[in-house]
Nanobody
Framework: QVQFAESGGGLVEPGGSLRLSCAAS????????VMWYRQGTGKEREKVAE????????KYADSVKGRFTITRDNDVNMVYLRMNDLKPEDTAVYFC?????????WGQGTQVTVSS
């Protein structure tokens, strides 16, 4: 069974940085692209970033482009999201996601709160 364990969230002031980590298991990790999504209170879940199976292709939401960087380490089945210059509107729960065997798989998420 696919499992994700996100970590690294917390409370940070505007302009600060965080690095989120996502430990993946239960599927052939190095064969699949992985995505980070987020969902703020009262908002729809939105895709933040995605990375191809080999890490060469990356895509970002316009709202985070230039501030967030997605990376992965296929040797240890990890995906990361480096977030710089955080803004209050980045406050949300951040989730890992993969589409595997015609099913959607999500982690439990990690809370990021940007506030002074």
């Amino acid at each position: 069974q696919v499992q994700f364990a996100e970590s690294g969230g917390g409370l940070v002031e505007p302009g600060g940085s965080l690095r989120l980590s996502c430990a993946a298991s239960g599927f052939p990790f190095s064969d699949y692209g992985v995505m980070w999504y987020r969902q703020g209170t009262g908002k729809e879940r939105e895709k933040v970033a995605e990375i191809s199976s080999d890490g060469r292709y990356r895509k970002y939401a316009d709202s985070v482009k230039g501030r967030f960087t997605i990376t992965r380490d296929n040797d240890v089945n990890m995906v990361y999201l480096r977030m710089n210059d955080l803004k209050p509107e980045d406050t949300a729960v951040y989730f890992c996601y993969v589409r595997y065997q015609v099913a959607d798989w999500w982690g439990q998420g990690t809370q990021v709160t940007v506030s002074s």
